[in-house]
């Protein structure tokens, strides 16, 4: 054998030699990840909850999703609508229970701090009973509408400024003329009215509850919502419930804002009611969508307020029972 051959033999044991150790390692890696799930499969689940939002701040009125990610232990489920504490005091749009978890829609409806209480929600074991998994509150920044100094933002003009020439002057004595016309027509109107015998009656009005508990009642029966106006359906509802509002305490709640009524409002059974009207403004001037279910459970709710405060009023409920009276 010459020296090439015995050369070329010796290269070949050592490369050989050197490649063990790394086929080994190859080995010992694949054999690695092909054990680790069997490792693992008997470590059981913690439980626990989640909460997230889906931003870090928001514009009052917006509508921001709460998303609630439930740990269950093994055999264990949520039930179709499951009872979520921490919420109190927000105004809740729709929920959702999707794959383990539950995304709520609430609506920014104030200025500065919007922050939940300590979460919690309840689950039932493989044996039906119920238990609660917790987690802590979460919280956004609430920003204006109007900028971030609301004192610099200026109205823009819906058009540009018109020129103001005293027209009036043209159409003066037309005016005058008409006016006098209509004077005269009062008088006459006045004095025939009141020549004639009038019909007494001794019936007062119905009382601010027995209306409003009766406009209620007809527009529910109305259908108006059934028939895919919930628009229309909560615009009504919320007039009816803010005129008794103004009759039982006394200011103009049909011409304020929510947030002006709940200025207002001094005792918790009437704040208790800023949430159905908190609603209603939801569905008037956004996309919300109530169920039937909503739909009835606001009516209701409204039926038990005037319940509730109709003996607030003068004379209390027993004022509706009085009967026409006619001579």
């Known amino acids: 054998m010459d020296a090439e051959t015995l050369d070329r033999q010796r290269m070949i044991s050592g490369f050989s030699r050197g490649m063990r ?134 109205l823009r003009p819906i058009r540009g400024i018109l020129p103001t020439r005293p027209l009036w002057k043209r159409y003066l004595p037309w005016m005058a003329g008409i006016a006098g016309a209509l004077l005269v027509a009062g008088c006459i109107f006045f004095c025939f009215r009141k020549r004639r015998p009038r019909d007494v009656d001794a019936f007062p009005a119905d009382p601010p509850h027995v209306r409003a508990r009766r406009e209620i009642e007809a527009l529910a029966a109305a259908g108006i919502f059934e028939r895919g106006d919930a628009r229309e359906f909560y615009f009504r509802l919320s007039e009816i419930v803010r005129r008794y509002l103004g009759a039982l305490r006394g200011f103009p709640a049909v011409e304020m804002t929510t947030e002006e009524i709940a200025a207002r409002l001094k005792t918790q ?55 026409r009276i006619v001579p």
């Not at 390692?25 to 054990?35: A, E, Q, R, T, Y």
């Not at 990610?69 to 949520?78: D, F, N, S, V, W």
């Not at 996309?287 to 039937?292: E, F, G, H, L």
């Open 21 to 154: 150790p790394f086929g080994i390692l190859v080995m010992l890696v694949i054999l690695s990840f092909m054990l680790r799930p069997a490792a693992f499969a008997g470590v059981p689940r913690t439980p626990g909850l989640t909460a997230a939002l889906d931003r870090d701040a928001a514009e009052v009125g917006a509508v921001v999703t709460l998303t609630l990610t439930c740990r269950l232990p093994k055999g264990a489920r949520l039930p179709p609508r499951p009872e979520v504490g921490g919420l109190d005091g927000l105004t809740v749009v729709d929920r959702k229970v999707v794959s383990g978890k539950v995304k709520i829609r609430l609506l920014v409806d104030r200025l500065g701090s919007w922050k939940t209480g300590p979460l919690s929600i309840s689950y039932m074991d493989k044996a039906g009973k119920t238990h609660e998994l917790g987690t802590g509150p979460v919280s956004l920044r609430v920003g204006s509408n109007l900028g971030d100094d609301p004192r610099k933002a200026r």
């Open 269 to 323: 059974r009437d704040r208790g009611l800023l949430p159905l009207l908190r609603y209603a403004d939801l569905v008037k001037f956004s996309d919300a969508a109530p169920s039937r279910a909503k739909k009835d459970e606001t009516v209701k709710q409204a039926l038990s307020y005037i319940e509730e405060t109709c003996g607030d009023l003068e004379g209390g409920p027993e004022t509706g029972d009085a009967r």
